[in-house]
């Protein structure tokens, strides 16, 4: 165990605790509106510009008092302690024994640190290094199929934190890509999924990687013997092992078991047990984002984090940009019992990032233990939910506007389009900016009933119109506004969301960094899998039987598929013969 850990006072109910509960039941009945008129330096005092981005967290339902009371309670669950000896390498994943040194892939850390005997700063250039080679090999077209054709298509199997982060980057890097080889994604074990990816390929052409930190994971090794399937259906006089010589890579913390898979050492990318999956698209995981965006790119990427990780590490509490979220999101799931967190993207190149971020921060905060193994009474972190800010606008906005539920957003958005077509990003970032403001101010009995007054309608009308067109406002938000979505600035805002999730979960006591609640079901699903077929149910619950009954009963009416693309496999064998 960390040794420090159980030297933490626990901070629930604590007086600074306290203050704030006091405050939260104060503030619920705020009016961000009031906020704002009682204070004309309100928008600067709560904004923060980097040199990637100006956070605006002045929409917040806060005021300076509340602040320096987060900050103590910041200062009191010892922070700046825990910060320290995050970027220190000491083993801060409690539960697992490990040290959570993602930082370290992205030159992030302050000092070298030696982990088993080996410095990690070197570990990590060694490695990105044979990820810059193989990306240069693919994209000259020296690494080819077996039967001699270049790689023009990469598909990464692999699901969670070996599949997120790359394509969330990939997503949001589209106007930074490089090369000509087309990078695609396979994370269902549904095979659907796999089935629609590889209809469009030719098999002489792909190279397939699997991506698992622990290369045991079910879904990403199921999909991976089917790939080699379709393979050896497409080129049947060619030896299994060759193919997965020829077009397999893989990227694993677990190499050896990559080579039992049949992955050749030369095409297995390494990472460590200190990169957490959920934190690890910089390490070799990232191999997609290189190969999709270049690695220049993915170097700025970690470059964009890096400068992130600094901020992090040097800026005092009040204005470190990854702190101040922590402490508004505590404040809102913890003190004033708003259990959703909205992440709205304005740039549809960040279309994944609320998936990503679900990940992220759900995976490490949804906890109900503290680090002192007792139960938390109070909630840890929030339901986090999103998509495009445009989308939803048409789609769920309405709840945000005039639901009684208070839902905090996050609005990101950029000042540089992506795109050249004239017009569009103004009304994409005048959109942003209203909503925020709408959710803000909201519209009062008074001034709806103005507004139909000078439409023209009746009292009668205004009377009974007017209830249902007040928005009660007073919703918060964040703004993070990116000069320009390039990898730089994508790098530093991933790693802002990164070390706002570490430090809520400081400041709450509990561990972020493992992940126990997803191991239950995944040992069931092995359990209840050989049961679909046949055996004995009596040990399971009613319910579990009735289902697996009825899909027995199913089945076999069905016409079940279990096959991959034989069409898909004869075309492109034909093309190839
Ligand atoms: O990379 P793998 O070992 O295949 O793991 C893939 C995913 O598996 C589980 O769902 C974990 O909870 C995730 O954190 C992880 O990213």
Excluded at 466 to 474: I, L, M
Aim: hydrophobic content about 40%; charged content about 20%.
């Amino acid at each position: 165990m960390h040794s420090d850990t159980s030297s933490s006072q626990p901070l629930a109910h604590s007086p600074i605790w306290q203050a704030l509960q006091a405050q939260a039941a104060e503030f619920k009945q705020a009016s961000l509106k009031g906020l704002f008129a009682v204070d004309p330096q309100r928008a600067e005092r709560f904004s923060l510009e980097l040199p990637e981005f100006l956070l605006d967290f002045s929409k917040n339902l806060l005021d300076q008092e509340v602040f320096v009371n987060l900050l103590r309670l910041a200062e009191e669950a010892e922070l700046p302690r825990w910060c320290a000896d995050f970027f220190a390498g000491k083993p801060i994943n409690a539960t697992e024994g490990r040290a959570v040194l993602h930082p370290a892939l992205r030159g992030g850390l302050q000092e070298d640190i030696e982990i088993d005997g080996d410095f990690v700063t070197a570990q990590v250039e060694a490695e990105l290094e044979r990820l810059k080679k193989f990306v240069v090999l693919l994209h000259n077209g020296a690494l080819t199929g077996y039967r001699g054709k270049r790689f023009t298509d990469v598909v990464n199997l692999g699901v969670g934190g070996s599949h997120l982060g790359p394509q969330t980057t990939i997503e949001a890097l589209r106007a930074h890509r490089k090369g000509d080889v087309a990078v695609h994604f396979v994370s269902n074990v549904d095979g659907t999924q796999l089935t629609d990816v590889l209809a469009g390929l030719d098999a002489d052409s792909t190279l397939f990687i699997v991506s698992s930190k622990t290369f045991t994971t079910s879904e990403t090794m199921t999909n991976a013997r089917s790939a080699h399937a379709w393979l050896q259906r497409a080129m049947p006089e060619v030896d299994g092992e060759v193919l997965l010589q020829q077009h397999f890579a893989a990227v694993t913390s677990s190499p050896d078991k990559a080579q039992q898979f049949g992955v050749l050492p030369e095409r297995t990318f390494r990472f460590w047990d200190w990169v957490g999956g959920r934190f690890s698209l910089w390490s070799s995981i990232g191999l997609p984002i290189a190969i999709a965006c270049g690695f220049e790119n993915f170097r700025a990427l970690l470059d964009g984090a890096a400068s992130m990780d600094k901020h992090f590490r040097e800026a005092p509490l009040e204005t470190n940009a990854p702190v101040i979220m922590a402490l508004l999101s505590v404040w809102y799931c913890t003190f004033m019992g708003y259990p959703a967190h909205a992440v709205l993207p304005y740039e549809q190149a960040l279309h994944m990032l609320p998936s990503y971020l679900q990940q992220a921060d759900m995976e490490s905060n949804g906890k109900s233990t503290t680090r002192a193994g007792v139960a938390v009474d109070y909630p840890t972190g929030p339901l986090i939910w999103g998509q495009t800010g445009i989308n939803g606008q048409h789609a769920f906005y309405q709840y945000l506007h005039q639901s009684p539920e208070v839902v905090p957003a996050d609005f990101i958005g950029s000042v540089a389009p992506g795109h050249d077509l004239d017009g569009h990003h103004e009304i994409l970032l005048a959109n942003m900016f209203a909503q925020s403001q709408a959710l803000m101010n909201g519209v009062d009995a008074e001034s709806v009933a103005s507004e139909l007054a000078a439409k023209g309608l009746s009292q009668e009308e205004i009377k009974r119109l007017t209830s249902f067109k007040v928005h009660r406002g007073g919703k918060p938000s964040n703004t993070i506004l990116l000069k320009e979505l390039d990898p730089r600035s994508l790098g530093a805002l991933i790693a802002l969301y990164e070390h706002k999730i570490f430090a809520q979960g400081v400041i709450l006591q509990i561990y972020s960094f493992d992940q126990w609640g997803v191991e239950l079901g995944k040992g069931l699903a092995n359990k209840l899998e050989p049961k679909l077929a046949a055996g004995d149910l009596s040990g399971e619950d009613s319910s579990t039987t009735q289902l697996i009954e009825y899909y027995r009963r199913k089945k076999n009416g069905a016409v079940m598929s279990t096959e991959l693309p034989e069409v898909a496999v004869a075309e492109s064998a034909g093309e190839q013969a």
